[in-house]
Each structure stands twice: as structure tokens, then as C-alpha cells.
């Protein structure tokens, strides 16, 4: 059965400083990876996914992730919070020929001035 | 852009009364989802359509029935609403597993409902 962990319900990270959000997956087929985000009372909108292609995978806003099948990770990082990245993080794992997808728990960022 | 949109934000009912959420994509999806999500609980997959007509439950089906007769529309029905289903309601789609270029889910809105 897949799962999805994700470590720390809440991040806080001060305003310029390394975003670093974390993702631990169980899957016994190669997965498809996706990073969500969502602000106050919206939609979940794609930050990025990975499809066995490259394992460094560039989303938007200034977002990327790596998929390391060793550790069953693909951690999210930014190098410098903006304010504007203050929002919930949801990581999920889809099982190629399949139609679902799991999604963990989320993490909270917040971005300190 | 793929869209997926769904009737209300906001809606309030009262307990016991028959509710309809409704979403409609406009992509042609095969698949559509809804979700439940609250707080510390992530997304909680209530029901899933593969087809018109076609449904499988999710992981909390209880309570909620679901329908759809045109590709593009997925009505979530709360048979019988109640004071614990007061919750984020996320309607989504997707296209059909053999295309890999396209695995993610489109999500709409959200539709918070607070059955009092």
C-alpha cells in the first residue's frame, strides 16, 4: 500500500532563509511525486511533480525538488522564503495505472520578517 | 488552463437537510475525486469516478453519495447533512492513467460547508 509522510505539521523560516519541507513516501511500484500548495481558503494548485524523468525536478516560484529512491524522499526546497510563499504544503504520491492518489497530512509554512 | 469549478465557496446548511455540491471541468477528464480535508487530517477521498456513471468509494464514503451523468459534471450528495460534516470540500480531475505527461489532479476552489 502507498503512503506519504510528512515531518513537521508546522515551519516556520525566517523571511531570505532556506525553505526545506519534507516528504518520505512508501510505494512498492515506482511512483509519481507531486508537491501541492495552498493558501487561505483556495484550491490546491501544482507546484511541481516528478514522472521518472529527471530526479531534480524545477516547479514554480522558485521551487524544486529531488527524488532520492534510496531514502523514498523528495523533499521540497527553496533557497530564499518570500513572505508570499507563507501557505500549506501537501505532498502526493500517485501509482502510475492507477487512479488515485494519497496525500499526507500537509505542513504549515510560515515566513518570519 | 484546466479548470475546475465548483458552484459555491460557502455554503451553511442545516442538519438533516439534503445537500448538493457540485463541480463541473471543462478538460475533458476522465477522472474525478472529491475530498474532504481538515485540519491535521491532510485529504480524505470520499468518492472517485472513472467514467460517466461509473463511481468507486473512497476511504470515508459514509454518509455521502455522488453522481455523475455527463463526463464533465460530479455532484457529491449529502444524504442527511450532520454537525460532522462541517468541512472543506475539494472537487478535482484528471486525466486517465495512461497518459504520463499528464498525472496530476486539477483541483477546484473549495467549497467550505458549516451544517449547523
Redesign the interface.
Known amino acids: 500500500a502507498q503512503s506519504v509522510t510528512q515531518l513537521g ?1 508546522h515551519v516556520s523560516v525566517s523571511e531570505g532563509a532556506l525553505v526545506l519541507l519534507r516528504c518520505n513516501y512508501s510505494s512498492s511500484v515506482p511512483p ?1 511525486l ?1 508537491w ?1 500548495v495552498q493558501y487561505p ?6 507546484l511541481l ?1 516528478y ?1 521518472s524523468a529527471a530526479t531534480l525536478v524545477k516547479g514554480i516560484n522558485g521551487f524544486e525538488a529531488e527524488f532520492k529512491k534510496s531514502e523514498t524522499s523528495f523533499h521540497l526546497t527553496k533557497p530564499s522564503a518570500h513572505m508570499s510563499d507563507a501557505a500549506e504544503y ?1 505532498c ?1 504520491v ?1 501509482r ?6 494519497i ?4 505542513t504549515r509554512l510560515k515566513v518570519l520578517a | 488552463d484546466v479548470k475546475v469549478t465548483q458552484s459555491s465557496r460557502y455554503l451553511v446548511k442545516r442538519t438533516g437537510e439534503k445537500v448538493f455540491l457540485e463541480c463541473v471541468q471543462d478538460m475533458d477528464h476522465e477522472n474525478m475525486f472529491w475530498y474532504r480535508q481538515d485540519p491535521g487530517l491532510g485529504l480524505r477521498l470520499i468518492y472517485f469516478s472513472y467514467d460517466v456513471k461509473m463511481k468507486e468509494k473512497g476511504d470515508i464514503p459514509e454518509g455521502y453519495s455522488v453522481s455523475r451523468e455527463k463526463k464533465e459534471r460530479f455532484s457529491l450528495i449529502l444524504e442527511s447533512a450532520s454537525t460532522n460534516q462541517t468541512s472543506m470540500y475539494l472537487c478535482a480531475s484528471s486525466l486517465g492513467p495512461g497518459d504520463r505527461r499528464n498525472t496530476e489532479a486539477f483541483f477546484g476552489q473549495g467549497t467550505r460547508l458549516t451544517v449547523v
Do not use: E, M
Open positions: 505539521s509519481y507531486f501541492y481558503n483556495q484550491g490546491l494548485q501544482l511533480k514522472t501537501f502526493a500517485g502510475p495505472g492507477t487512479y488515485k492518489y496525500f499526507g497530512t500537509g
